[in-house]
């Protein structure tokens, strides 16, 4: 299938982060390669390597990456007689078509206008672009074609901190939960769609505001719990948390490893 992923956004929490300011949140490294790379790989695992980058803010970093990528960053190779003999490769069998799709287009036009890319296909995947998890992308396409649905999401439980209090009308608290054990279920931004979305997202409109939503009314929309791995690259911390773990060898994302 071809993968779609939304990788235009300006990213304003993470770039007091950026010498210079202007490289897209995708583009931030964890380990050896930016987040993007990660996100490829997770679908590439899967079989999926037929690409669609909408591209926006920042637009020439991620150009650039892949016209000048360099194979030894993240492969073992042999130096002999001044020639680089490669022992695996990561992109050699992607297929990466690079689009504008502007600065400021909200996701459900950068869709919008990918759309001619995605003619002949009635199913095809979408992505963020910022978030790694180890959910088994195959059983959630399945789950989807068995379940003849316009749109599947990926559900999570919410990662922040916060309680949830239960005040009573004479303001003493009944109880106190986390979030993340409260029966709330978020998205995760792992899509499988239908051509039939395009049917409802308008102009300038949201995937999930608008496709999403009116797909849910007409009882076309199907979501995919998962409690497993999920980590979403939103903020400075949260990309050095995720550099960290890869650095230490904790990459439960990184499912090409343990094959």
């Given at each position: 299938?071809?993968?779609?992923?939304f990788?235009?956004?300006?990213?304003t929490?993470?770039?007091?982060?950026?010498?210079?300011?202007?490289?897209?949140?995708?583009?931030?490294?964890?380990?050896?390669?930016?987040?993007?790379w990660?996100?490829?790989?997770?679908?590439?695992?899967?079989?999926?390597r037929?690409?669609?980058?909408?591209?926006?803010?920042?637009?020439?970093?991620?150009?650039?990456?892949?016209?000048?990528?360099?194979?030894?960053?993240?492969?073992d190779?042999?130096?002999?007689?001044?020639?680089?003999?490669?022992?695996?490769?990561?992109?050699?069998?992607?297929?990466?078509?690079?689009?504008?799709?502007?600065?400021?287009s909200?996701?459900?036009?950068?869709?919008?206008?990918?759309?001619?890319?995605?003619?002949?296909?009635e199913?095809?995947?979408?992505?963020?672009?910022?978030?790694?998890?180890?959910?088994?992308?195959?059983?959630?396409?399945?789950?989807?074609?068995?379940?003849?649905?316009?749109?599947?999401?990926?559900?999570?439980?919410?990662?922040?901190?916060?309680?949830c209090?239960?005040?009573?009308?004479?303001?003493?608290?009944?109880?106190?939960?986390?979030?993340?054990?409260?029966?709330?279920?978020?998205?995760?931004?792992?899509?499988?769609?239908?051509?039939?979305?395009?049917?409802?997202?308008?102009?300038n409109?949201?995937?999930?505001?608008?496709?999403?939503?009116?797909?849910?009314?007409?009882?076309?929309?199907?979501?995919?719990?998962?409690?497993?791995?999920?980590?979403?690259?939103?903020?400075?911390?949260?990309?050095?948390?995720?550099?960290?773990?890869?650095?230490?060898?904790?990459?439960?994302?990184?499912?090409?490893?343990?094959?």
């Amino acid at each position: 299938m071809k993968v779609v992923l939304f990788c235009g956004g300006r990213g304003t929490r993470m770039r007091s982060d950026l010498p210079g300011g202007d490289i897209p949140k995708p583009m931030q490294l964890v380990g050896p390669r930016p987040l993007l790379w990660h996100v490829m790989r997770y679908y590439a695992h899967f079989g999926h390597r037929d690409f669609i980058l909408c591209l926006g803010y920042g637009a020439q970093h991620i150009k650039s990456f892949f016209l000048n990528y360099q194979e030894t960053a993240s492969n073992d190779f042999v130096l002999r007689n001044g020639r680089v003999d490669l022992l695996s490769t990561d992109i050699s069998d992607w297929s990466i078509s690079l689009v504008d799709t502007g600065v400021d287009s909200p996701i459900g036009e950068r869709l919008r206008r990918v759309r001619p890319y995605l003619e002949g296909d009635e199913i095809f995947l979408a992505n963020y672009a910022d978030v790694l998890t180890d959910a088994p992308l195959s059983d959630i396409v399945e789950r989807f074609r068995a379940a003849d649905a316009g749109a599947s999401m990926m559900v999570v439980p919410p990662s922040n901190t916060f309680h949830c209090v239960d005040v009573g009308e004479d303001g003493r608290v009944g109880s106190i939960t986390a979030v993340s054990e409260m029966p709330l279920w978020v998205n995760g931004g792992f899509f499988v769609l239908r051509q039939e979305v395009f049917d409802h997202i308008p102009v300038n409109g949201d995937l999930v505001a608008d496709g999403c939503a009116e797909l849910a009314k007409r009882g076309r929309l199907l979501a995919y719990p998962h409690r497993g791995y999920w980590r979403p690259s939103d903020t400075v911390n949260q990309r050095l948390e995720l550099d960290q773990a890869w650095a230490r060898g904790d990459r439960p994302w990184a499912l090409w490893e343990y094959v």
